[in-house]
Nanobody
Framework: QVQLVESGGGLVQAGASLTLSCAAS????????MGWFRQAPGKERELIAAITWSGGPTYYADSVKGRFTISREIAESTMYLQMNSLKPEDTAVYFC????????????????RGQGTQVTVSS
């Protein structure tokens, strides 16, 4: 069992930056691929970024490529999502997820998921 706790969400204006963090409870989480999903009201869940257990390679959805950066501190079992140039369409609940297979994560599958953190971007 891996518990995931997200933090760092909030309300910001368009163009601002936020950094989300995800802390994993189990030491074994360091062997999992990690990623971020987001879900806006009335929209499908979207995988926006993912990273392998070793810290690379990475995946970004076209909607965030060039603006968001995913990273992880393996020793601390913590993952980050640096979000720059935020847009109103980035408004969503952001979930931290893990899967023991990176390819499965890219297929929108996960073993464990956090409770989510709200990001709201005003225009």
């Amino acid at each position: 069992q891996v518990q995931l706790v997200e933090s760092g969400g909030g309300l910001v204006q368009a163009g601002a930056s936020l950094t989300l963090s995800c802390a994993a409870s189990a030491r074994t989480a360091s062997r999992y691929a990690m990623g971020w999903f987001r879900q806006a009201p009335g929209k499908e869940r979207e995988l926006i970024a993912a990273i392998t257990w070793s810290g690379g390679p990475t995946y970004y959805a076209d909607s965030v490529k060039g603006r968001f950066t995913i990273s992880r501190e393996i020793a601390e079992s913590t993952m980050y999502l640096q979000m720059n140039s935020l847009k109103p369409e980035d408004t969503a609940v952001y979930f931290c997820v893990v899967h023991n297979q990176y390819d499965s994560l890219l297929r929108n599958l996960y073993n464990f998921r956090g409770q989510g953190t709200q990001v709201t971007v005003s225009s």
